[in-house]
């Protein structure tokens, strides 16, 4: 591990904590401000600066972001469990199906009117990229405006965890190689034994490490999520839904000792390890997006396309929300599914180094506007949230007159 190595990370994690704290200052997720770092560090070399050139090519930023991603997945599965995903209900997996056919039909119309050169696969990778919901954006704008317990939250959130597992097994499907049918098989033996095994496995491992200190378990927790990624590995798939398998198969009575002694829970002992190494996946994306794209009017054009289908799709959801009944706003449920964020990266990052005949899966342009579409989601979800919350108050409230 050269200096270089080192110092190209102690940057990274400067920016990525300076953009967002920037982001939060400016009540925007954090996410957006790490990706904004990440594209001026990248881009440098418009300002007459080429010394930061080799942070897009760095081998220790590379390992440690493809870490990074194994984490960050399995954190956001590890709130989730396959017990809570049995509760979800109906409404959620309608409001899930939905979003995802809508955001993929319409992606595909895109791509296919904008980019008539581009190949049937790489149109249907572009497409499987925007069907999961990055449901942070969501979350957080509920809570600010006081709304996180309400039903229509509740039952996006849940929508949420099924969309990201289908997203995911789309791109176990996607990012695999072989035949369609081989492929499928893979992916569901993986899913449905990897859960059993792990579920077999998790609650005596984390039991035996609950009983050491907090660092044992976390370290214990984290073994798992990486066997499981290796695993996912050997199947052919991508070590990402190993990491999401594993996090679904923990639940707190496997380590019950720990959290009867201390009062604290995995989602407690995750956070401040990713809250350092999930920020550089997010900073080397930003890093390795070349922004000379901008100077070319159909990336422009492609990116508030993807863009205009990305928010466009997932208002199907509202169709699917009809189960739930009345007691849930319909237009919040399409406005909360809009925002995209670390899957649509993740796609957009594998797509990038998959090649189909000699050229990229997504191309240098169209991971361009991937990343752009990612931003502009995050900016007009909380917007579009606030307007529709605001008005089913005002239609709540009681007339002054009454």
Known sequence: MSFRSIAALAVVVAAARAGGAVAARLRQPRVLGELAAGLVLGNLVFAGVSALDYLKTDPLLDFVSRMAVIV????????????????????????????????????????????????????????????????????????????ARSRTAHLILASAVVDDVLGLLILAVMAASGALPVIMLKATVFLVGGLAVGMFVSPRLLSLASRSMAVVL??????????????????????????FAAGLAVEEWHYKDFIDRREKTLDDLIPPLASWLVPVFFLVIGIRTDLSGLGHPTVIVVAAALTVAAIAGKQLCSLGAVAAGD???????????????????????????????????????????????????????????????????????PSSAS
Not at 110 to 121: G, I, Y
Not at 341 to 361: D, F, H, K, Q, W
């Open 72 to 147: 960050l997945l399995f954190h956001a599965s590890v709130e989730s469990t396959v017990g809570d995903m049995k509760k979800l209900g109906l409404p959620a997996l309608l409001i899930a199906a939905c979003g995802i056919a809508g955001s993929f039909a319409a992606a595909w119309g895109m791509t296919r009117w904008l980019l008539p050169s581009a190949s049937p696969f790489s149109r249907a990778f572009v497409g499987a990229s925007l069907t999961a919901t990055s449901v942070g954006v969501t979350a957080r704008t509920f809570r600010d405006l006081g709304y």
């Open 218 to 243: 976390l370290a214990a927790a984290l073994a798992f999520c990486f066997a499981m990624a290796w695993l996912a590995s050997l199947f052919g798939l991508a070590p990402i839904v190993g990491a």
């Open 327 to 397: 007691a849930v706003d319909r237009v919040a449920v399409g406005l909360g599914m809009m925002p995209r964020g670390e899957v649509t990266l993740i796609y957009a990052s594998l797509g990038a180094n998959m090649m189909i005949a000699g050229r990229p899966v997504v191309s240098a342009d169209i991971f361009l506007a991937l990343v752009m579409t990612v931003m502009a989601t995050m900016v007009v979800t909380p917007v579009a949230l606030t307007w529709r919350l605001g008005r089913v108050s005002s239609a709540r409230r």
